[in-house]
């Protein structure tokens, strides 16, 4: 975990990176080391982390006791307390639930008008292009992660332990 930190992931600036690994290999590990690494060397201020709903709370705790980062939950409440503004930009850590961004248009927008050093996406393979449809359809996690890859992040990371789900074509 630390020779790939290290070797693979620092040296490349800015970063586009899959991380592929078998369950359990410690990949959400090697991505809170490569941030706290970043955070410590004054090269990431805003971060945000985005993955299944069911993983947000376990990557807010994994962070808080092994790297001692303090990240918030994205919340409804806060779209409503922005008040109009970008609700982005008050929120430096931010960890966000995928379907909670990309199925809401309004944020996709304020998505594509914000500034990340370091976006990390868990569970990258959900996010393919294919939607089903003979290759047709893009998803809408597709879209929420090709926004925050083209114009949002400088870092990206995405991870996951099913690169391509056994077809070749959506890798």
Request: charged share 30%; proline share 4%; aromatic share 8%.
């Amino acid at each position: 975990q630390i020779r790939a930190v290290y070797e693979e992931l620092l040296p490349r600036i800015p970063l586009r990176f899959l991380l592929a690994d078998d369950p359990g290999a410690g990949k959400t590990i090697m991505a809170g080391l490569y941030l706290k690494e970043l955070i410590l060397r004054s090269d990431c201020e805003r971060a945000m982390i985005v993955a299944p709903g069911g993983l947000v709370e376990q990557w807010r705790e994994e962070l808080s006791q092994k790297f001692d980062l303090r990240f918030e939950i994205f919340s409804r409440q806060m779209v409503d307390d922005a008040e109009g503004r970008n609700v982005f930009a008050d929120h430096p850590l931010l960890i966000a639930r995928m379907d909670q961004l990309a199925r809401n248009e309004a944020l996709l927008e304020q998505i594509e008008d914000s500034q990340w050093d370091l976006v990390i996406v868990d569970e990258a393979h959900t996010c393919v292009a294919d939607g089903g449809f003979g290759g047709k359809a893009r998803t809408q996690r597709y879209d929420l992660v090709r926004a925050l890859a083209q114009d949002a992040s400088r870092h990206l990371l995405l991870v996951t332990a099913t690169p391509h789900s056994g077809k070749d074509e959506t890798f």
